[in-house]
């Protein structure tokens, strides 16, 4: 089994940055796509960004292209979110979470970790 674990949020200032971190530990050949999520009070989770864990190719939901960039080291094993110009509405709580091959579907990852808050002030 893998076990995820999230550091890195909290509070910036609108146009500012923060760096995410989500460290695998385990048995962490079952990381296929490594995704980061967020979920904002009274909403539903959506897709931020995700990582091909072997090739490391990357997908974006496109309101966040440009701004966020995920990226991995595979011999940590760790998965980065980098996220520039925040915005207000950035505000959410953070999730990332591991997928056998899906790349969007929430309900598709079958791995979490606890999650991390980011706070944008404007």
């Known amino acids: 089994q893998v076990q995820l674990v999230e550091s890195g949020g909290g509070l910036a200032q609108a146009g500012g940055s923060l760096r995410l971190s989500c460290a695998a530990s385990?048995?962490?050949?079952?990381?296929?796509?490594m995704g980061w999520f967020r979920q904002a009070p009274g909403k539903e989770r959506e897709f931020v960004a995700a990582?091909?864990?072997?090739?490391?190719?990357?997908y974006y939901a496109d309101s966040m292209k440009g701004r966020f960039t995920i990226s991995r080291d595979t011999a940590k094993p760790t998965v980065y979110l980098e996220m520039n110009s925040l915005k207000p509405e950035d505000t959410a709580a953070y999730y990332c979470?591991?997928?056998?091959?899906?790349?969007?579907?929430?309900?598709?990852?079958?791995?979490w970790g606890q999650g991390t808050q980011v706070t944008v002030s404007s």
């Open positions: 990582i091909r864990w072997s090739g490391g190719n990357t």
């Open positions: 385990g048995r962490t050949v079952s990381m296929v796509i």
């Open positions: 979470a591991a997928s056998t091959g899906v790349v969007f579907t929430p309900s598709a990852y079958h791995i």
